[in-house]
Structures are given as structure tokens and as C-alpha cells.
């Protein structure tokens, strides 16, 4: 079983940057895929990145591609997300998810994760 607790969302203008953390418990939290997911009002929850047990390997949402960064710290039990230049259509609830590690390359669907965080909050102002 693994408990995720995402952090740092906020109310910010267009162009601003925030960074996104989620802490895992547990102790086999290496072992796991870790991916960002968001859901804005009236929307289907929509993949946003992940990245592999070690780091080393990342895949992106064409819509975030080059304004967000997803990263992991093993030894912190946490993942993160940097998100740059910021635009009023990445307002949204994002999730943490997390997955035991699988035979796939990325894994792009809630479908595929077995564990979420409770979701932290993302509004961009125009």
C-alpha cells in the first residue's frame, strides 16, 4: 500500500511558475512509476507526465511538453513537478499516481495507477 500527499498548488498570474511536490510513504517507493495527473471543473482526468523508478526516463503531455518538468528524489520518497509559464488552461486538481513498475515504457491512463494522492489545487489568472 502506498499513501501519497501532493503539495504546493496556488492561485498565480499566466507566465508564473510553480513547483508541485508529492511525498510517498513507505519504503518501496523506488519500485514504483510515478505520473502527474490534472482534472479541471466538467473534465475527464487528463494525463500530465511521468517518470521511471530511477528518474531516467520521462514522458510528457503535448500540451505541457517543454513548460513542465517532471522529477523524482528515491531517497525522499517524492516526486515532482515544475511547471513554467504557466497558462490560464492549466488551471485544474492535480493528482499524484503511482504504480508498481510494470513491463510498458510509460503508462499514460488513470487506468494504469493504482494509488493517488488527494489532489492539490492549480488556478491560473489571466
Known amino acids: ?73 528515491n531517497a525522499k520518497n517524492t516526486v515532482y513537478l515544475q511547471m513554467n509559464s504557466l497558462k490560464p488552461e492549466d488551471t485544474a486538481v492535480y493528482y499524484c499516481a503511482a504504480r508498481r513498475l510494470g513491463t510498458g515504457d510509460f503508462y499514460v491512463t488513470p487506468a494504469q495507477y493504482a494509488y493517488w494522492g488527494q489532489g492539490t489545487q492549480v488556478t491560473v489568472s489571466s
Open 1 to 73: 500500500q502506498v499513501q501519497l500527499e501532493e503539495s504546493g498548488g496556488g492561485l498565480v498570474q499566466a507566465g508564473d511558475s510553480l513547483r508541485l511536490s508529492c511525498v510517498a510513504s513507505g519504503r518501496t517507493f523506488s519500485s514504483h512509476v510515478m505520473g502527474w495527473f490534472r482534472q479541471a471543473p466538467g473534465k475527464e482526468r487528463e494525463f500530465v507526465a511521468t517518470v521511471n523508478w530511477s528518474g531516467g526516463r520521462t514522458y510528457y503531455a503535448a500540451s505541457v511538453k517543454d513548460r513542465f518538468t517532471i522529477s523524482r528524489d
